[in-house]
């Protein structure tokens, strides 16, 4: 049986995703979204992200920053079938909501591009991505919850409607803790986000988050997903500017080993 290990949001830290993989192994790693933007290498770890799905050593999910790109990309592509100008304002208002908010960082690393050429790695990244993936206790990954127990993985949270958001499963890329309680499809364990930065890895219910801000604390943190809980949580550490004692913490403080890198 191969290990499973969630890797929370790396925003650019190609330096801690190499670290994670070092200490993760042979396990098969779930990369929970927000691989890009605000950090600095967010295209760097596009590229390595790559090359790890063409060998199945990852399994890759969307993020909110991720889905802010695709959005812009979409309403482009409509704009050059339908020619329509109210398709090409919808690309470049999003185009610019996704860069004001951490994406500028990509744009800078890539030498600058627009909604109209965007990077082709990172069109190639898109396509790879998934919504949510469930994890049974022999370390298959499956698109729907499987007759045996199982850990759900998205971004964020559990697919819940949300009148904020137009279908659960976009409201699973943004939504926050106390947008619950999340109800768990009948087998589902439990589940793990990243997206809600944390000082510790904790759980609140049947909800793990394990974003620890890795852009500014270096501190990136790995969650063995099995359906009986958490068996090994994993606080990669680097270098940060950030202190973590800044971030929230609530729920129940989950216990972790430390690995330097």
């Known amino acids: 049986m191969t290990p499973v290990l969630s890797v929370a949001d790396l925003h650019g830290r190609l330096d801690l995703l190499e670290g994670a993989l070092r200490v993760a192994g042979g396990a098969h790693l779930v990369v929970l979204g927000d691989v890009i933007d605000r950090g600095p290498l967010g295209l760097a770890c596009v590229r390595r992200l790559l090359e ?15 889905q802010m790109l695709e959005s812009a990309v979409a309403c482009y592509g409509r704009y050059t079938t339908t020619h329509d100008l109210e398709d090409y304002r919808a690309a470049v208002t999003r185009f610019g909501w996704w860069a004001n908010n951490g994406g500028e960082s990509v744009r800078q690393e ?14 190639e990244y898109f396509s790879r991505l998934l ?26 949270a559990p697919p819940k409607p949300h009148p904020e ?54 501190r990136l943190a790995l969650v063995d997903l099995h359906p ?32 330097q890198v």
Do not use: K
């Open 52 to 66: 790890l799905h063409e060998a199945g050593r990852v399994t890759l999910l969307r993020g909110n920053h991720e």
């Open 110 to 123: 890539a030498g600058g591009f627009g909604v109209e050429n965007v990077p082709p790695e990172l069109l």
């Open 131 to 156: 919504d949510g993936v469930y994890v049974d206790a022999d370390g298959g990954l499956h698109a729907a919850p499987p007759a045996a127990p199982s850990v759900l993985a998205t971004h964020a």
């Open 165 to 218: 958001y137009g279908d659960a499963l976009t409201a699973s890329l943004w939504m926050r803790p106390y947008d619950g309680p999340f109800p768990l499809p009948p087998g589902v364990t439990w589940s793990v986000h990243g997206h809600t930065p944390v000082r510790e890895p904790c759980r609140l219910g049947e909800q793990i988050y394990s974003d620890l801000g890795a852009v500014r604390t270096g």
């Open 228 to 259: 009986d809980g958490p068996r090994d949580v994993i606080v990669v550490t680097g270098t940060g500017s950030g202190r973590a004692s800044r971030l929230p913490s609530f729920g129940l403080i989950l216990p972790s080993r430390r690995a």
